[in-house]
């Protein structure tokens, strides 16, 4: 079953913020499990599996995130943006409950749903609102490494 | 020490006397410095502080009586002896040199004494490369050097010097500027350290290889590698660390003995790393575990090009008294930093991981570690932990649902449902977290915390009149324990009220499948100590009559998601008339979750489903909500079947 074609890690998933780009190799991985893996006859074991490791990743990794953004005052800084993001992550597990629910009641396309989910979140999520988080922080620990020390680099800086 | 020019006019005397303090100060802060770092010259120190009261005293003296020219010369005269005694006392050598162009002012004896020189070879001369030569390496004083320039002082710059009988010796050099005249001068201590410095080598060689084949060991390939990793970081170049264990050395050792296994491990040696480049690193872990690390690389074409470079070597044959034996080859396995951010110990343990997984893809290959895989085991085993501590911590809390008989217009109990109240993700649902407790042993904690909860919220019910069912969603894994029925007794035997419960368990309908038999067993026994059994989410496994036969539940509960599409959902409908139907034909009760509406309502009643739980009764409510929500209630006028009309 290997017709299907894998997503690599690429740099343009990076947001630079190391702990946030090893977590979202879970994103990619189980994205690529439900893709290699949709066609088999039975994927019950498969979905249960995948959903069931997507909502500890909502827990595990959005904490994370969220961490970050109370540490750096991303929400005093830019509201507007932090407000969508925090809105974006409390979307994810309701979805994946809902994707839960309808593989286990039978729905058809339950599989492709979550496929397509995933791709989407991958591409609007990750590669968009995270960038600007990434970002953010990155920001944040030039100017913080900047401050420590002054001398050095100053006319880079300026 | 230079005869000091005396009896010069007395703006020339003031100058000596800054001159004179300015060295002073220098040896001082030397002498601080060289006690922090050696801890040992505390006569130094005393005396340079001795010497300075004294200097801060007579100059105050001097500048009373500056017209005095004699007073001053004389001062001048015992500073300058003062001075020239600590600089010739210390047991270090030291020297005072220009700094521009590094010719040497003044060396105490000991300097001359230490480095086999007399006085007239040193005074006078560079210590730049083609002058005294006392540094073994020119980078290492350029280094020195610039550090001086930069920061004004030099502290334990560790060096190699040569004596004049050319041997060499390793050194602690401390050195710092001070401006005289104009002239910018430096004071250099030098503190020998070689016997150390041997002992730590010797020790650091044996500590970091293995003795049998010369290479570096784990202590050191850490080492490296985070060394590699700092590069990476720069560079933005990949570093591979590939674990290899070989394939059949076992069967070299038990046939032809240790000996011939220590020379297949020396010759593997040589082979590795005769394949890499010299950047590279080969080590041995010990037994036949070896790592090499590739850094450096563009991408993974060229880490994998390399790979196969070493399992050819490896797989060719060796040769053992003569004979060429085969049979011998390598499971490699690989992870590369920047994709892999693990620390070097973890970066070591996944290619460990993934040389397992290349052993059990059947040897002889290597297997790229998969981080996103891990990062999923990672991710589930630290939320499990979370959860754990979040139990411990009471950050969970019990809402309980009413279930209504619309036909009547009354509240026959309640859904006890689990929430995370998450410090920073918010209130968490059940489906979100309790999907990953259920197959592990966290199952028995929290179910027993659930019952135990629900149990003390009856209680509190009771003692104001409230007497209803309270059902439980309970983990078919915790109801397996072995003692669960026994346990269960003793949490009733903790109550008055204990053998009339009305605690009823829920079970998922498709777990408890599982295990038919066991489960069976279990309910049982619990029936005996009058606890009610319902059936959850009926209707989403396969063999529900089977089930519904073997497994003696008082209830059946329609699952939500079907009662939610009823309305819309032909199909949807149908099941849900048939589970009404079997609840019918095999006399269990029965109730219908996800009602959101009234029309839902009507419908289920139209059907002949009267117990309802839902949006359209009530949403589920913390414990202390329930009193005033039950003393407000009043049926719904529009809970009507949807054909007939004719109850009240």
Redesign the interface.
């Known amino acids: 079953m290997t017709t299907s074609k894998r997503i690599e ?1 690429s740099d343009a998933m990076l947001t630079g913020v ?2 946030m ?3 979202h ?6 994205l ?1 499990e439900v893709s290699t893996r949709m066609a088999e006859s039975s994927v019950d074991p498969m979905f ?1 599996r995948v ?3 997507l ?9 994370t995130e ?2 970050l953004m ?1 540490q750096y005052g991303y929400a005093e800084a830019a509201p507007g943006e932090a407000a969508r993001h925090l809105a974006a ?2 979307g994810f ?2 979805r994946v ?1 809902k994707l ?3 593989a ?3 729905k058809p396309g339950a599989a492709v749903a979550l496929l397509r989910f995933l791709e989407s979140w991958l591409v609007d999520h990750i590669m968009t609102i995270d960038q600007l988080l990434g970002e953010f922080v990155c920001r944040h620990n030039h100017a913080a490494a900047g401050i420590q020390a002054p001398d050095r680099n100053a006319d880079e800086l300026r | 020490m230079a005869e000091l020019p005396i009896g010069a006019g007395e703006g020339e005397a003031r100058a000596e006397i800054v001159r004179l303090n300015k060295i002073i100060q220098a040896l001082m802060n030397r002498a601080e410095r060289s006690t922090e770092v050696q801890g040992s010259d505390f006569t130094l120190f005393e005396t340079a502080i001795m010497l300075e009261e004294r200097v801060r005293a007579r100059t105050v003296e001097l500048e009373a009586a500056l017209a005095e020219k004699e007073r001053v010369s004389v001062a001048l005269r015992k500073s300058e002896a003062q001075f020239a005694a600590i600089f010739n006392m210390t047991p270090d050598p030291i020297a005072l040199t220009r700094l521009r162009d590094g010719v040497v002012m003044e060396a105490s004896r000991s300097f001359t004494k230490y480095f086999g020189l007399d006085e007239a070879e040193v005074v006078g001369r560079t210590t730049l490369p083609g002058g005294l030569d006392i540094w073994v390496s020119a980078e290492e004083r350029q280094g020195w050097r610039e550090l001086l320039e930069r920061t004004g002082e030099v502290v334990g710059f560790q060096a190699q010097m040569r004596r004049r009988d050319g041997s060499q010796v390793t050194v602690l050099v401390s050195s710092r500027v001070f401006e005289a005249g104009g002239e910018q001068y430096v004071v250099t201590d030098i503190h020998d350290i070689s016997v150390q410095a041997r002992r730590t080598a010797y020790l650091e060689g044996i500590a970091s290889h293995d003795p049998l084949t010369g290479l570096p060991n784990r202590l050191l390939i850490a080492d490296r590698l985070a060394q590699a990793i700092g590069r990476s970081r720069r560079s933005g170049l990949h570093v591979a660390v590939c674990y290899l264990d070989l394939d059949g050395f076992k069967e070299i050792n038990d046939s032809l003995g240790h000996a011939a296994g220590d020379r297949v491990l020396v010759e593997v040696a040589r082979r590795l790393r005769a394949c890499v480049r010299s950047g590279d690193t080969v080590a041995r872990l010990g037994g036949d575990e070896f790592v090499v690390l590739l850094s450096d690389l563009i991408d993974d074409n060229e880490c994998v090009a390399a790979i196969d470079r070493l399992l050819v070597a490896v797989g060719q044959p060796y040769d053992l008294d003569g004979q060429a034996r085969g049979g011998i080859s390598a499971s490699i396995g690989i992870t590369v930093f ?4 693990g620390d070097p110990d973890t970066l070591i343990r996944h290619a460990d991981h993934a040389m397992y997984a290349a052993k059990q893809a059947g040897k002889n290959r290597h297997h790229l570690f ?4 891990e ?2 085991q990672v ?2 085993q ?2 499990l932990r ?1 959860l754990s501590e979040a139990l411990g911590r009471g950050e969970f809390c019990l809402h309980y649902q009413p279930q209504v008989n619309c036909r009547l217009g009354k509240v026959v109990g309640f859904e006890a449902l689990i929430r995370w109240r ?1 410090p ?3 209130l ?2 059940p ?3 309790i ?2 407790i259920e197959d592990t042993d966290l199952a028995g904690p929290f179910g027993e915390w659930v019952i135990g909860t629900v149990l003390a919220q009856s209680d509190a019910w009771r003692r104001v009149g409230v007497e209803l069912q309270i059902s439980v969603n309970t983990f078919i894994r915790h109801l397996l324990e072995v003692d669960f029925s026994r346990k269960l007794a003793a949490m009733l035997n903790g109550y008055s009220w204990g053998g009339r419960s009305l605690l009823q368990l829920e079970l998922v309908e ?1 777990a408890a499948l599982k295990e038919l038999k066991t489960v069976r067993a279990v309910v049982e026994e619990c029936r005996e100590i009058g606890i009610a059994f319902s059936l959850d ?1 009926f ?2 496994g396969y063999s529900t009559l089977a089930h519904l036969r073997h497994l003696p539940a008082d209830e059946i509960k329609i ?1 939500q ?2 009662v939610a599409q009823m309305l819309e959902s032909v199909e949807d409908r149908v099941i849900v008339e048939a589970v009404i139907g079997l609840s019918q034909a095999f006399g269990r009760s029965l109730v219908a979750e996800g009602a959101e509406t009234t029309a839902h309502v009507s419908a289920l009643l139209a059907l002949g489903c009267n117990v309802v739980q839902g949006y359209a009764v009530a949403r589920p409510m913390p414990a202390e909500d329930m009193l005033p929500w039950l003393q407000g209630f009043q049926p719904d006028l529009g809970w009507q079947p949807l054909s007939d009309a004719d109850d009240d």
Do not use: C, K, M
């Open positions: 890690w190391a702990e780009d090893s977590q190799h879970i994103l990619v991985d189980t690529n249960d959903t069931r490791d909502l500890a990743y909502a827990i595990y990794h959005f904490d969220e961490l109370q992550h409390r597990a309701e409950v839960r629910d309808d286990r009641t039978g | 920047p994709t892999d951010q998969d981080t996103g895989h990062q999923r991710a589930r630290a939320t979370r998450h920073r993700l918010g968490l649902a489906a979100e977290f999907p990953l498709t989410d209707g989403t699952d998601s079907f």
